[in-house]
């Protein structure tokens, strides 16, 4: 058996003679009963309340944070259900459960003897007081939970919205390109007619624009219920990113909830340990108060009996398992924190690379309407060939295309570090930008 228990029981007194006022004075069941309760009053007066009120202030504030966003997801209302439940359970832990009382009534000889024993379960203090540190962790661990979801909902939104957004985008350059083309193979077919082009350029345009008409077309992309507007716009941030590796890791430390899951896992096995240390220790295992009244004699009175657990050393075992279950939340929480800080990290890099160069990007898209601009003039004044027109448009067209794609891969990154951190990138530290600063751009 992993729990040995043993029970003694001490006898205060076997009986107390009627002209004791104690005994006048429980005269009656009533008497006995107001003792009882009396006891157990004085019981739950001695237990350690817990000035909680700060911890649940700042639990409210966190599921306010989480909710704010998706307080009408059905995951999250199931986990602020569970949140209910397990506030609800916090307040179970108490000195004295209940009270147990026994009646017994006979007649014996005209002697009509009642008998009233009122039985006192008394718990551990230590184990009263662990066993609120396990609860509370529970409802931590179920705040975390909310949070987990939280964020895994708001980056399941953030990421499709990216690829949604920018694939508008794709559209949009995709239809003018079209129109821009069939307009030109229309020119050309005139030209070709009118022997101003050689066929064998005329069917090398025609053939090289139908190629791309079909391989530049946007791959389609399923826009979700809810797009948010998470694509970067082009231009610099209101400063430096901060890429700290410690500031990352704190900040993953912090505000990442499956590592705060970890840490809330780690406290309940902590307390459970302190829980079976309280139970290994002797203790009163209840104590009795009885009342006996006889019609016939004169010698009532009051009695009292006292038992104790002695445990025979059974939940150390249990004492060795929540530690090393602690030890092992501990190193999950410092792996979770090193994935998550490296993935934020390198989000970040990418973030501070496209906002780094913000100048250039502006400067592909002028030159792209400038050339644009050429394009469309020569076009109008018939002063080159529909394939030299084309051409200088295709490079528009992939200038702006350019553009969308490092907004795209910048947005992709805000989520990463929305998903990574639990921090969001407009809450993110930033510093002054260095004077001259000049980051080269990615190829």
Same mark, same amino acid.
């Given at each position: 058996?992993?729990? +040995?228990?043993?029970?003694?029981? *001490?006898? %205060?007194?076997?009986?107390?003679?009627?002209?004791?006022?104690?005994?006048?004075?429980?005269?009656?069941?009533? /008497?006995?009963?107001?003792?009882? &309760?009396?006891?157990?009053?004085?019981?739950?007066?001695?237990?350690?309340?817990?000035?909680?009120?700060?911890?649940?202030?700042?639990?409210?504030?966190?599921?306010?944070?989480?909710?704010?966003?998706?307080?009408?997801?059905?995951?999250?209302?199931?986990? $602020?259900?569970?949140? @209910?439940?397990?506030?609800?359970?916090?307040?179970?832990?108490? !000195?004295?459960?209940?009270?147990?009382?026994?009646?017994?009534?006979?007649?014996?000889?005209?002697?009509?003897?009642?008998?009233?024993?009122?039985?006192?379960?008394?718990?551990?203090?230590? @184990?009263?007081?662990?066993?609120?540190?396990?609860?509370?962790?529970?409802?931590?661990?179920? !705040?975390?939970?909310? @949070?987990?979801?939280?964020?895994?909902?708001? /980056?399941?939104?953030?990421?499709?919205?990216?690829?949604?957004? &920018?694939?508008?985008?794709?559209?949009? %350059?995709?239809?003018?390109?079209?129109?821009?083309?069939? /307009?030109?193979?229309? #020119?050309?077919?005139? #030209?070709?007619?009118?022997?101003? !082009?050689?066929?064998?350029?005329?069917?090398?345009?025609?053939?090289?624009?139908?190629?791309?008409?079909?391989?530049?077309?946007?791959?389609?992309?399923?826009?979700?219920?809810?797009?948010?507007?998470?694509?970067?716009?082009?231009?610099?941030?209101?400063?430096?990113?901060?890429?700290?590796?410690? $500031?990352?890791?704190?900040?993953?430390?912090?505000?990442?909830?499956?590592?705060?899951?970890?840490?809330?896992?780690? @406290? +309940?096995?902590?307390?459970?340990?302190?829980?079976?240390? /309280?139970?290994?220790?002797?203790?009163?295992?209840?104590?009795?108060?009885?009342?006996?009244?006889?019609?016939?004699?004169?010698?009532?009175?009051?009695?009292?009996?006292?038992?104790?657990?002695?445990?025979?050393?059974?939940?150390?075992?249990? *004492?060795?398992?929540?530690?090393?279950?602690?030890?092992?939340?501990?190193?999950?929480?410092?792996?979770?924190?090193?994935?998550?800080?490296?993935?934020?990290?390198?989000? $970040?890099?990418?973030?501070?690379?496209?906002?780094?160069?913000?100048?250039?990007?502006?400067?592909?898209?002028?030159?792209?309407?400038?050339?644009?601009? !050429?394009?469309?003039? #020569?076009?109008?004044?018939?002063?080159?060939?529909?394939?030299?027109?084309?051409?200088?448009?295709?490079?528009?067209?992939?200038?702006?295309?350019?553009?969308?794609?490092?907004?795209?891969?910048?947005?992709?990154?805000?989520?990463?570090?929305?998903?990574?951190?639990?921090?969001?990138?407009?809450? #993110?530290?930033?510093?002054?930008?260095?004077?001259?600063?000049?980051?080269?751009?990615?190829?």
């Amino acid at each position: 058996m992993s729990k +040995r228990r043993l029970f003694t029981g *001490v006898f %205060l007194s076997a009986r107390v003679a009627a002209r004791i006022s104690l005994g006048a004075a429980l005269s009656s069941a009533a /008497a006995l009963l107001s003792l009882a &309760a009396l006891f157990s009053l004085a019981a739950l007066g001695c237990a350690s309340r817990d000035d909680g009120e700060r911890r649940a202030q700042s639990e409210r504030e966190r599921v306010a944070r989480a909710t704010e966003s998706v307080s009408q997801d059905p995951l999250v209302e199931a986990q $602020l259900a569970a949140i @209910e439940a397990a506030r609800a359970r916090e307040a179970a832990p108490r !000195i004295v459960d209940e009270v147990e009382l026994r009646v017994e009534d006979d007649y014996i000889d005209d002697d009509h003897r009642l008998s009233l024993v009122a039985r006192v379960p008394v718990n551990r203090p230590a @184990e009263l007081s662990a066993q609120r540190e396990v609860l509370a962790a529970e409802t931590k661990l179920a !705040i975390s939970r909310l @949070e987990e979801v939280s964020l895994q909902r708001r /980056a399941e939104l953030c990421f499709p919205s990216v690829e949604a957004l &920018a694939a508008e985008l794709r559209r949009a %350059l995709y239809a003018d390109f079209v129109d821009q083309r069939r /307009a030109l193979l229309d #020119w050309n077919d005139d #030209w070709r007619s009118a022997g101003t !082009i050689d066929e064998l350029r005329g069917a090398r345009f025609e053939l090289e624009s139908r190629i791309k008409l079909a391989s530049w077309l946007p791959d389609p992309v399923p826009v979700p219920e809810t797009v948010v507007a998470v694509l970067p716009e082009i231009g610099p941030g209101p400063g430096v990113l901060v890429r700290s590796p410690d $500031l990352v890791r704190a900040t993953v430390q912090r505000h990442n909830p499956s590592v705060a899951m970890r840490q809330a896992t780690a @406290e +309940r096995y902590r307390a459970l340990a302190e829980r079976a240390r /309280a139970r290994n220790q002797p203790w009163v295992k209840f104590v009795d108060i009885g009342y006996e009244h006889r019609t016939e004699r004169s010698d009532n009175g009051v009695s009292g009996q006292i038992a104790f657990e002695i445990p025979l050393g059974g939940e150390k075992t249990n *004492v060795s398992r929540y530690e090393a279950l602690v030890r092992m939340e501990g190193g999950e929480a410092r792996g979770i924190v090193a994935e998550q800080m490296a993935g934020t990290l390198r989000a $970040l890099e990418d973030l501070h690379l496209f906002e780094s160069n913000s100048d250039r990007w502006r400067e592909l898209l002028r030159l792209a309407d400038e050339a644009e601009d !050429i394009a469309l003039r #020569w076009w109008s004044d018939r002063l080159a060939k529909p394939a030299d027109v084309a051409a200088l448009l295709d490079e528009a067209f992939s200038a702006r295309n350019a553009v969308v794609e490092a907004r795209e891969r910048a947005g992709s990154a805000y989520c990463t570090v929305l998903a990574m951190s639990g921090v969001e990138l407009e809450a #993110w530290p930033r510093a002054a930008a260095p004077a001259g600063a000049l980051v080269p751009a990615r190829d």
